[in-house]
């Protein structure tokens, strides 16, 4: 029997999306832009275990190449602009699509791991 205190569940697209705890939903997960918060203040839940690596920056260049090449293609076929309207149209549109979307995917990665209970792998010995 555990005497951890009961939390309801959280969906982990709630709490990503809000960059809130995982267990929770109430205590903020980050302490800075990208950097996690050594534990919740609110319920106490220690993001140790979280490891989002590199795949939410995957994510967001993927979803962000695609939706800013696509607008591009489309200026560009439409309008038929100049080059420097490109260049001013579509580097703040990267900027904003990819630093607007990373923070909430890390988010969504953590508290993934979280309900999902993943941890690094580990070899199985008792066969040997």
């Known amino acids: 029997m555990t ?12 709490a990503g999306l809000s960059c809130r705890c995982p267990r929770c939903g109430r205590g903020p997960l980050f ?11 609110s319920c106490g839940l220690d993001y140790d275990f ?5 795949g939410p920056a995957v994510f967001v260049i993927l979803f962000a190449g695609f939706i800013v090449v696509g607008l591009a293609f489309w200026v560009e076929v439409k309008f038929e602009p100049p080059l420097w309207v ?3 149209l579509w580097i703040p549109a990267i900027l904003v699509v990819t630093l607007g979307l990373l923070r909430p995917l890390k988010a ?12 690094e792998g580990r070899l199985d010995q008792s066969g040997q």
């Open 3 to 14: 005497l951890d205190p009961y939390h309801a569940p959280v969906s982990p697209l709630a």
């Open 31 to 41: 302490k800075g832009f990208l950097d996690l918060a050594p534990a919740c203040t």
């Open 50 to 54: 979280a490891d989002a690596g590199d």
């Open 86 to 88: 490109h260049a001013l």
């Open 108 to 119: 969504l990665m953590v508290a993934l791991q979280y309900r999902n209970k993943a941890s």
